[in-house]
């Protein structure tokens, strides 16, 4: 995977690139990366990068000759690359354009700032529009940075078999199980006695029934779009006994 980020501010991805599974893809080679200033591809001794509205109103807007030399410029450095606006306008990011997304050879990511940018840039220059979440930033690069995080960790060998057994089938589109480490006892709570056990069937029982009730209560809505299998059917029944059964009790 190639990124190639477009910003004005592309200090703000050093951090970034340089800790955690993201540094780590990049060391392994598995991802290579770079952010591209706009500014440098403006005209003019003051390298002015936005102007003011037409038709008035509040606020700038990004000029449309810098950022297009600009993407011309990435798409000649990634010309396999699909090229990414992030925008509250574009499609909802999930897990699962995260994975559709893992699996392309680069991605140029461009990350507006200021009211918008011109209009004419987002048609013929932009393959696809991406929003992640329903509120405002105040430029791109966040959001770049959350589309890079998600798709980097999907990345096959960026994460150790450790780390990418969690991705069990049946926790597919599920909160995952709760997690415990030592001390055994913090807080006056004590970690669930299965766990110390060492019968990993149980365990396996325990956190499939932990992640679906933990889903129920926490996050419903994950329950409607998601069919459920035998096993999470059983679970939720064995829930639903038990709750009517203290209601009997208590009335
Ligand atoms: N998910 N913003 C982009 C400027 C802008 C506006 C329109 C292009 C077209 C956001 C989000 C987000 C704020 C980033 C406005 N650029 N991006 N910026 N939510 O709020 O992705």
Known sequence: ????????????????????????????GQVTAGAINIRDYAAGRHK???????????????????????IDAAREKS??????????????????????????????????????????????QIDLEISIGDYVLTGGEVAAMAVIDAVTRLIPGVLGNADSARQDSFAQDLLEHGHYTRPPSFNNESVPQVLLSGNHSAI???RREYSLVKTFLKRPDLLEERSLDETEL???????NDIESIIRSKS
């Open 1 to 28: 995977m190639d990124y190639t980020v477009l910003t004005i501010f592309p200090e703000l991805f050093d951090a970034f690139w340089a800790h955690g599974i993201v540094r780590r893809a990049l060391t392994q």
């Open 48 to 70: 002015v990068t936005d102007d003011r509205p037409y038709g008035g109103g509040a606020g700038m807007v990004m000029k449309p000759e810098p950022l297009a030399a600009a």
């Open 79 to 124: 010309p396999e690359a699909m090229t990414v606006m992030l925008t509250p306008q574009g499609r909802k990011f999930d897990q699962a354009m995260a994975g559709e997304l893992s699996r392309e050879g680069g991605l140029i990511l461009v990350c507006g700032r200021y009211e918008g940018v011109d209009e004419r840039i987002c048609g013929d």
């Open 204 to 206: 396996e029982q325990w």
């Open 234 to 240: 059983e679970i939720l029944k064995k829930w639903r």
